[in-house]
């Protein structure tokens, strides 16, 4: 039978829109998500602008002290007299330069280490793995307080210690992902090319583990902020006069108590709050999205 | 072992006239009268001990352990006669004998007291007389030295001969109303009356105290009814306590101060005496006293000599002049500003004053870093030794600093320890400025031997004048000490120096 | 099972060995020489230098780990450089404090926040579910000394029913301690209601979804019992590991709640040796932080084995 | 409707309309589905994965997806509609009249619970006390042959195999006595011997208990063996029903023509033609579909398709079918030229190609030394097809990753032209392009953030060592020959169906000539449609670069029809190897008789099935001797347990390891079997 008609290819294909944007239109879909984006985006116009946009002089002493929410001090003023409204729109910038560094700082060594012991296993793995054991059972906080003692409170030096602090928790959470990854057939396809190990981790599975590594970020950059915040509140912050949230709260919250001036500290909170709300929010839409 | 001393004995103590008192911020290392210097300390032993005298708020001195003292012609030598049968909560009798014994100790190397009198009194120079007197040979005349053996040299309180180091909390052995029976460290101390006192029964039956770290945990439990008496409150850090018809605020004007030294002997813009006076021309003082302390401080004059000392008032008070202030900056070639860094500890108000200083001094151009540090950080390292004498701790090195001081009965400590030059007798110890100015030196001395206040006064003017030319130093106020109670809190009398007296107070 | 806990417990150890090189090694990043903190800025040199050789601090680094290490396995903590007491007597109490208000803090948040969990994957995508899951995202997400002055604020001062400080007066009965506990305890229940309640939602839906699930439910079994039986037992699981990882912080981390409170716990304890350069004191405080930590883990294996056939069973088939 | 014929049936479908709300949009999965069970009938239901089955099956069991609804239609079980029942009702019916089985039995149970407390639940729900429950529950394990249920009952779900836990299912759906009884490929992922042995144990239980089944599977050898009637469904649509031997034998629509013929069957081999196959595939779900939903795919198809729906047309004896042409669908034009592959003549008397000498790997696995091999020897020479068969875990998969170097032998060696070849990780890139490989599953095997494009670029890159200009000019030339079309080069393997992507899974191993091709199940997670595609591909491929091939697979037919010479594995060792005819016809090793005879064909008859005895032991601790001996249907005796019989040849390229002569052998096999149904079907 030459006379076979060979029917050709030609079917209803399944190309669906490139996978990139697809997800990205799937996250616009989330409230959670766009909510969270929105606060988010708003505070890190904040942190460029803050100052600029800030109606008074953030660090602006003035005789005018306490004085409550009005018109003129939309968020009163402190035991300064400087305007809570211009400090918590130029307090965003400490947060969120020292957060996002330290996340950063986590992710990209974590997720090296991460990639190196859940490929290579073995004794690098082991030994990584035994210390992140022992970080975890030390308090976070802890180690924080007494390496920023130890070192000083630089910026430098708080990026610096959450980001190692933070470093072995991503590196876990990669090593699960890659340990996932490195049982599925696209990995001996690569060794049986003749692929090198740097290769494999680095061009084959990570793009495979980017999924759990943006929640990942995401979720510390959340806990960054809240131990930041932790610290600053403890007095390891950054220096006065520059605003700071955590630290005008350590500053004033016990100006509460009198039941009155609590504007110095409520906005400060609201503020801390709204940001890490909003970072946890969009974590939560990523990963409702990267994990469908 | 303390705790489980701590937790029995406190068992026993829940009745009402028991009083309790928040002490901030806790005591820092060991209860040592000898060598504790800080706040926390000298509260916890002040409660059980007892000084040859007593200062007061209003100077005058009261008879404690000694009841009469007298001095020389030319007051070299000070001779007190102390109070009969005193008993140490030991059982043992008061004599010379301890009363010697502690005050060698005093005058010994090792001894924090030396700051005070380490420059007048060598271990020599205690003798005791007899049973019930004691003999003090200065190696130079001091007209007030009685106010050195107060409860202001607050290591001063008198032990037992057979006193060891180190056993001050374990077993009380001191001769007040109250008798240390527990102490944990960082957490609490409880004291039981002392049946047997010199003075009779005191009110309370005891007092428990509490240790916080931090000022708005005191506040809230004094509103909350958790504690009855907080041993120092301020405004900057305890606003809340303030203007509330349940709190009683006691009030102890004295010499309690902040000095703003600057380094006069590096070689930066503060080198220069007019840059000084320039800096300290931009602070308007008398906003500073009502932004932070509701006016309750004297305004200082950039020298010691507090208002309530009484001394050199003639001089006129320096006030904010930025036009002058200016000029002066133009004279010393610095009419464009500088930058600087002002390093100093988060004590009190302290950090608001800093920042009030960079705000200040922005009017004259100078561009100011601070360094805020935790009070650890700011006085660690050493005080003594090289480079300069001063050893390398910040609060005597950093170019420009401000440090907190205690108030004393008389302006000695402040003119010999932290602003004569540096000598092996002890003086310029605490000298941040690294001031150094002979004609200075000298006007302190007669000052010390001055017996007549018209003859203090008159040194006293001198070295203020000296002081407002070279502004080695700013003082810019002197601020009441003041302690917060409920109102059941009765008879309580705030002490400038933060002794914590309560043998006569009592619980309504 | 046996040798499954056998092996936990090894690993547990070589942790511990190696908290112990953690610590040791960041307390020397602390700067300062110890005799001069310790001694003051009056103390001689040659003093000094006496001091630091009587506490062994001139020898080599490994030397004095060592000797502290050993020490410390024989039950000897050393003493504390700064109140110059040993150690222990001032670490039990706080640790008894810590684990008092862990203990307190517990009782609340993990009915609250696994009732919350499973309550909100039962009604999954409803309001209910979104209710519960942001309220949680949001009470973690506020740090803990917000909440806690809120609390403060509340409680202790507007209305005056609860102690604005953790510490019950020396001697009083169990109830009070509990009414003074709460406070701290509510707060902590609002930082780790999220979590906890966010594991159990998970757990919970993974369980509803699996096949069992569907197999039990074609049984005819009516549904309360299907969740009971059914869903709640494997979907918990999960959930005890997590709660043991947050033991640690309940125990050690809880600095700035102890602050804010002025509750003499650990956590305060180990800040103030930090800030203090009270070397002795924080590295025995860490490790025995670390050691109720690991303890912990080990309780939920323990139980984790037990509520899993699993690994109850590993190797024996 | 035959049958509807019989008074109240078990179960009625009628215009079923199922959808599946995917991201807002209600997606349509079944469009119209109508058939009915009659009591004690067993009623089949195939189609191609993705097609509706569970959905019908979830839909009957009121089970849906969360995001799944019953948009119209109806259901009823025996008499009554299940849609219209409130909760209560709803699990009553379940708790008594309705029972459901589905594909993995180890996710069916509660890992945290006994066994025995399981199956008691069944009863206790009819409020039966506790410990009577727990006798039933004994009963119940009997009645579905489990030999001890005492020890059984009492133990946890992950301790019981595969087999045993899906018996163990069985029970519990039979223990009510349901009206139907409804068994979603039940036997799927289960050994053929296993599987077998599920098949036999549910045609007893559903004969004696006479419980209506309604059968999904996807595999026509099943349906034949087990349903008296079957319904084909394809997207959603019923698109022909009637009896199983109707069916089959004289189907009436092109599609199910088209799958009968895709399967090897009979003794269909490569060199006596390539198989038919059916291009493109499955309509995703809510795709619309106005006319015949087969249409696109269809050979026959005439412009009437794609607009007018087909109406059912009868062919008598209750068979009908969708089909606009259905007279003429069994002259359904073939996709593939039936043009006889010339079989290779391959040379084995030179040098082999790879040689494997005495391999043997032992895994440690908690505790226990797993010897996955345990001294494996063969050889293959260029260009020709070695099957391996042999049930789960036998070792299949760790020898061809020997043989790769993937995994490192514990003892023996790999041999490539005669030299030793170390692991993986020390060979030349020239070794490396030698041997290839294409997995089982197409969808772990490509990275999934790789363009297809990129992928093969870059194995041309590795073993073409080709790159720019002419890696583009051959990555289209490899496209071609493995018949991927273009625009597919552009995609990420997500956006391919699961025939598309194993072809660029091949076209993976092909970038750089390699001789040889290690196959493992390449097939068994593909359709049977895109099976034979991929099987022609193979085969072409072979004839045009000469490759030799390792074939692993479960399915005998598959392996039958793509091998020259087949190895049969047991516990890590070779029972027999032998080429494919002789394998096949026999004599055979006694476990490759029984393999054999577990196989369910479309022909129907078949072997009488020869049931092994026990499980299969675990390689931990392999039996002393022979390792078969402890399930050998011909076991002589002591012999057997004690002695491990030798490898020998006992016909030319015939080699097994069984202590009884091959001639007894022989006879044996002539007696067991009367008509061979292979011969007859070539
Ligand atoms: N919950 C769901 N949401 C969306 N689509 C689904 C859902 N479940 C199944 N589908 C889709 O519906 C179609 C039919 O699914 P179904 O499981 O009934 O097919 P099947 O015939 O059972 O396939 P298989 O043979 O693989 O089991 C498939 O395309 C599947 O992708
Ligand atoms: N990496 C491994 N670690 C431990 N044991 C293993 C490993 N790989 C395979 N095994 C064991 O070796 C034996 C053979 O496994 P293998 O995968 O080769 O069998 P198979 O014939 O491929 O099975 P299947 O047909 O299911 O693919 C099994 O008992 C398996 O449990
Ligand atoms: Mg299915
Ligand atoms: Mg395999």
């Known amino acids: 039978m030459s006379s076979a008609i060979v029917l050709p290819d030609v079917v209803p294909t399944r190309v669906r829109p490139h996978a990139r944007r697809e997800t990205l239109r799937l996250l616009l879909r989330s409230k959670t998500f766009v909510v969270g984006s929105a606060i988010f985006s708003w505070w890190v116009f904040c942190a460029f602008f803050g100052f600029a946009i800030a109606p008074h002089d953030p660090t602006g002493i003035t005789p005018s002290t306490l004085v409550g929410p009005s018109w003129h001090h939309l968020f009163g003023t402190d035991t300064l007299g400087e305007d809570v409204f211009s400090r918590v729109l130029a307090g965003a910038r400490s947060i969120l330069t020292i957060a996002p560094l330290a996340t950063a700082l986590a992710i990209v060594a974590g997720t090296t280490l991460g990639l190196l012991t859940g490929y290579m296993r073995g004794a690098v793995d082991d030994i990584v793995s035994r210390m992140t054991e022992a970080l975890l059972a030390i308090p976070l906080i802890v180690l924080a307080i007494t390496i920023v003692v130890a070192i000083g409170h630089s910026t430098a030096a708080i990026v610096i210690v959450v980001g190692v602090l933070f470093t072995p928790l991503v590196a876990r959470t990669v090593r699960a992902a890659v340990l996932a990854e490195r049982e599925l057939d696209y990995v001996p396809a690569a060794r049986l090319r003749g692929e090198r190990a740097p290769y494999i981790m680095f061009v084959e599975i990570l793009p495979n583990v980017t999924g759990p590594i943006i929640v990942e970020a995401t979720v510390r950059l959340g806990y960054a902020v809240f131990t930041i915040a932790g610290l600053s509140f403890l007095g390891l912050g950054v220096q006065p006069p520059t605003p700071d949230w955590a630290a005008d709260i350590s500053n004033n919250y016990n100006l509460l108590e009198s039941g009155t001036y609590w504007w110095t500290v409520l906005f400060g909170a609201l503020a801390i709050a709204s940001l890490v709300i909003a970072i946890n929010l969009i974590a939560d839409g990523i990963t409702q999205v990267l994990e469908r | 072992e303390p705790a489980a001393a701590f937790g029995a004995t406190a068992r026993a103590a829940a009745s009402s006239s028991r009083l309790r008192l928040a002490i901030i911020p806790p005591p820092t290392g060991a209860i040592e009268p000898l060598t504790f210097e800080d706040q926390g300390g000298l509260e916890t032993g002040g409660i059980c001990g007892e000084f040859l005298t007593r200062a007061t708020p209003s100077k005058t ?22 109070r009969p049968n005193v008993k140490f909560h030991t059982g043992q009798a008061m004599t010379s004998a301890d009363v010697v014994a502690t005050w060698k100790a005093l005058a010994s190397p090792g001894s924090q007291a030396l700051s005070a009198i380490g420059s007048y009194l060598a271990p020599a120079g205690v003798v005791a007389v007899d049973d019930l007197t004691v003999a003090f040979h200065l190696n130079s005349s001091v007209s007030n030295f009685p106010y050195l053996t107060s409860s ?67 506040d809230a439990a004094l509103l909350g009814g958790q504690v009855d008496l907080i041993g120092q409150i301020q405004l900057a850090t305890d606003r809340s306590l303030f203007n509330n018809s349940n709190v009683q605020i006691f009030k102890a004007r004295g010499a309690t101060h902040r000095e703003m030294c600057m380094r006069v002997d590096v070689n930066n813009p503060l080198h220069d005496y007019r840059v000084r006076q320039a800096i300290a021309l931009t602070l308007d003082r008398p906003a500073i006293i009502k932004q932070l302390f509701n006016n309750l401080a004297d305004i200082g004059n950039d020298s010691p000599f507090a208002p309530v000392y009484g001394l050199a008032r003639s001089v006129p008070q320096r006030k904010k002049n930025i036009p002058k202030a200016k000029q002066l900056m133009a004279a010393a070639g610095h009419a464009k500003g500088f930058a600087i860094t002002l390093t100093t500890e988060t004590t009190g108000e302290i950090p608001e004053l800093a920042q009030i200083v960079k705000q200040s001094v922005k009017a004259i151009g100078i561009n ?38 205690g108030s004393r009965p008389v302006p000695n400590v402040f003119l010999v320890a932290a602003l004569s030059t540096l000598s092996k007798s002890g003086a310029g110890v605490w000298n941040a400025a690294h001031y150094s100015n002979p004609k200075f030196n000298s006007d302190v001395k007669s000052f010390l031997a001055a017996a007549s206040f018209k003859d203090q006064n008159k040194y006293a003017i001198a070295m203020q004048q000296l002081l407002l030319h070279d502004t080695p130093v700013v003082f810019p106020y002197f601020y009441y000490y003041l302690a917060a109670g409920s109102k059941s809190v009765k008879g309580y009398v705030a002490d400038p120096l933060g002794q914590i007296y309560l043998s006569k107070t009592s619980l309504a | 099972m046996a040798r499954f806990l056998l092996k936990r417990f090894a690993l547990a150890i070589i942790t511990l060995f190696m908290v112990s090189v953690i610590v040791f090694m960041v307390a020397q990043l602390l700067p300062g020489n110890i005799g001069r903190n310790v001694l003051g800025g009056f103390a001689t040199q040659q003093s000094v230098n006496e001091y630091n050789h009587a506490l062994g601090v001139d020898r080599p680094v490994y030397v004095q780990y060592a000797s502290w290490i050993s020490k410390f396995v024989q039950g000897n903590l050393g003493s504390s450089l700064e109140y110059k007491v040993p150690l222990w007597p001032l670490l039990r109490p706080s640790l008894v404090n810590s684990l008092e208000l862990a203990a307190v803090a517990f009782v609340l948040v993990v009915p609250l926040s696994i009732l919350g969990g499973v309550l909100a994957a039962l009604r999954r995508g409803r309001v209910a579910d979104r209710v519960i899951t942001l309220t949680g995202l949001s009470l973690t997400a506020v740090p803990e000394f917000v909440s806690a002055i809120i609390l403060i604020l509340v409680f202790g001062l507007l209305f005056k029913v609860l102690p604005v400080n953790a510490n019950a007066p020396p001697g009083s009965g169990f109830f009070t301690h509990i009414r003074y506990l709460l406070l701290p305890a509510m707060a902590l229940t609002m930082v780790l209601f999220g979590y906890i309640a966010r594991m159990a939602r998970a757990g919970t839906i993974e369980a509803l979804d699996a096949d069992y699930t569907r197999t039990a439910f074609l049984k005819g079994i009516p549904t309360r019992t299907v969740i009971w039986r059914h869903v709640l037992r494997n979907s918990l699981l999960p959930t005890i590991a997590v709660i043991a990882t947050q033991m640690g912080y309940l125990i050690g981390g809880l600095v700035v709640i102890e602050k804010v409170f002025n509750y003499n716990g650990i956590g305060q304890r180990i800040y103030t040796a930090a800030s203090n350069k009270d070397f002795t004191m924080l590295e025995s405080g860490v490790l025995v932080i670390a050691i109720v930590y690991l303890t912990a883990m080990l309780i939920a294996d323990i139980l984790y084995s037990v509520l899993n056939p699993r690994i109850r069973h590993a190797g024996a088939q | ?168 299912v069985i029970a519990m759906a039979l223990a009510k ?37 309604l059968f999904i599977s996807h595999n026509l050898g099943v349906i034949r063996k087990m349903c008296e009637r079957v319904g084909v469904l394809y997207a959603g649509t019923l698109v022909e029903e009637g009896p199983v031997a109707n069916i089959l034998e004289d189907p009436r629509h092109p599609y199910t023509v088209g799958l009968i013929r895709c399967i090897p069957r009979g003794g269909a081999r490569k060199d006596h033609g390539r198989l038919d196959s059916i291009p493109g595939f499955l309509p995703s779900i809510g795709e619309d579909l106005p006319g015949c939903v087969f249409a696109a795919r269809c050979a026959l198809a005439q412009p009437i398709c794609t607009t007018e729906e087909p109406a059912a047309h009868v062919a008598g004896n209750g068979h009908f079918s969708r089909c606009h042409f259905h007279e003429q669908a069994r002259e359904l034009p073939r996709t593939v030229a039936v043009e006889l592959g010339r079989p290779l003549e391959i040379e084995r008397s030179g040098d082999p190609l790879i040689r494997i000498d005495d391999v043997a790997r032992v895994f440690r696995q908690h505790g226990a030394d797993v010897h996955a091999l345990a001294g494996v020897s063969a050889a293959i020479w260029p260009g020709e097809t070695l099957g391996l068969v042999g049930e789960s875990g036998s070792g299949k998969t760790t020898l061809a990753r020997t043989l790769l170097g993937i995994v490192a032998p514990t003892r023996g060696t790999v041999e490539l032209d005669g030299r030793v070849l170390p692991v993986l990780s020390r060979r030349g890139q020239e070794d490396v392009r030698q041997l290839q490989i294409v997995f089982q599953n197409p969808d772990s095997a490509l990275n999934r953030r790789h363009q297809v494009r990129r992928i093969l670029r870059r194995a041309l890159h590795k073993l073409g060592d080709l790159t720019g200009e002419r890696a583009d000019q051959r990555l289209l030339e490899l496209a071609e020959e493995v018949r991927l079309a273009e625009r597919y080069l552009s995609v990420r393997p997500a956006q391919l169906s699961g025939g598309l992507k194993q072809r660029v899974a091949i076209a993976r191993a092909f970038a750089g000539n390699p001789r040889l091709v290690v196959c493992d199940e390449p097939t068994s997670a593909l359709d049977v449609s895109v099976q034979a595609a991929i099987l022609n591909l193979l085969v072409e491929l072979q004839v045009k670069e000469r490759v030799a091939y390792l074939f692993i697979s479960h399915d005998l037919g598959v392996v039958r029809y793509i091998s020259d010479r087949i190895a049969v594995l047991y516990l890590g060792r070779l029972m027999e190897v032998g080429s494919a005819e002789v394998v096949f016809s026999g004599p055979h090793h006694p476990y490759t008789e029984a393999l054999l005879s577990a196989v369910p064909t479309i022909d129907g008859g078949g072997r009488q099935r020869i049931k092994l005895a026990g499980e299969i032991p675990s390689a931990a601790e392999p039996p002393s001797g022979c390792v078969f001996h402890t399930r050998c249907h011909r076991k002589l005796g002591a012999i057997c347990e004690q002695q491990e019989p030798p490898l020998v040849e006992v016909g030319e390229g015939h080699v097994m390891s069984c202590h009884i002569p091959i001639e007894e052998l022989r006879r044996l096999q002539r007696e067991a079997r009367p008509a061979p149904a292979e011969e007859a079907a070539v």
């Open chain 4, 177 to 213: 006595d349901p009206a139907l009884l409804i068994l979603d490929e039940p036997t799927t992922g289960l050994d053929a011997t296993v599987e077998a042995e599920v098949l036999d144990l549910i045609a007893a239980l559903q004969a004696d208990f006479n419980t209506a089944v």
């Open chain 2, 368 to 405: 100011m870093t601070l360094a805020i540090e935790s009070a650890t950080a700011y006085f660690a390292g050493t005080s003594t030794g090289p480079p300069k004498g001063w050893g390398n701790t910040p609060w005597l090195n950093a170019d420009l600093n401000i440090t907190d001081w």
């Open chain 4, 1 to 168: 409707m035959s049958a509807a014929a019989t008074p109240a049936p078990a179960l009625e479908l009628e215009e079923l309309d199922v959808a599946y709300a995917v991201r807002g949009v209600e997606r349509e999965v079944l469009r119209g589905v109508s058939f009915s069970v009659g009591a004690g009938e067993a009623y089949g239901l195939v189609g191609e994965s993705g097609c509706g089955k569970s959905t019908t099956a979830l839909a009957v069991v009121r089970y849906l997806p969360r995001n799944g609804r019953v948009r119209g239609g109806s259901i009823r079980v025996a008499g009554t509609d299940v849609l219209a029942l409130s909760r209560e009702q709803l699990r009553r019916l379940r708790a008594d009249r309705l029972s459901m089985v589905y594909q993995n039995p180890a996710d069916a149970l509660n890992p945290a619970m006994k066994v025995g407390q399981q199956v008691a639940e069944v009863f206790r729900v009819h409020g039966v006390p506790r410990n009577e429950a727990l006798d039933r529950s004994r009963d119940a394990l009997v009645r579905v042959q489990i030999a001890d249920p005492g020890q059984v009952l009492s133990r946890y779900p992950h301790q019981l195999s595969g087999g045993m836990q899906q018996r163990v």
């Open chain 2, 152 to 218: 202001d040299t607050y290591q001063a309180i008198i032990l037992p001969a057979n006193y060891k180091m180190g056993t001050f909390t374990s077993t009380p052995q001191t001769t007040g109303a109250f008798m240390i029976t527990a102490y944990n460290p960082g957490v609490g101390a409880t004291y039981q009356r002392f049946p047997g006192w010199w003075g009779g029964t005191a009110p309370l039956a005891g007092v428990d105290v509490t240790y916080y770290s931090a000022a708005a945990a005191a």
């Open chain 2, 61 to 82: 001195l009261l008879p404690e352990l000694a009841v009469s003292w007298k001095p020389n012609a030319n007051a070299t030598v000070w001779t007190f006669k102390l």
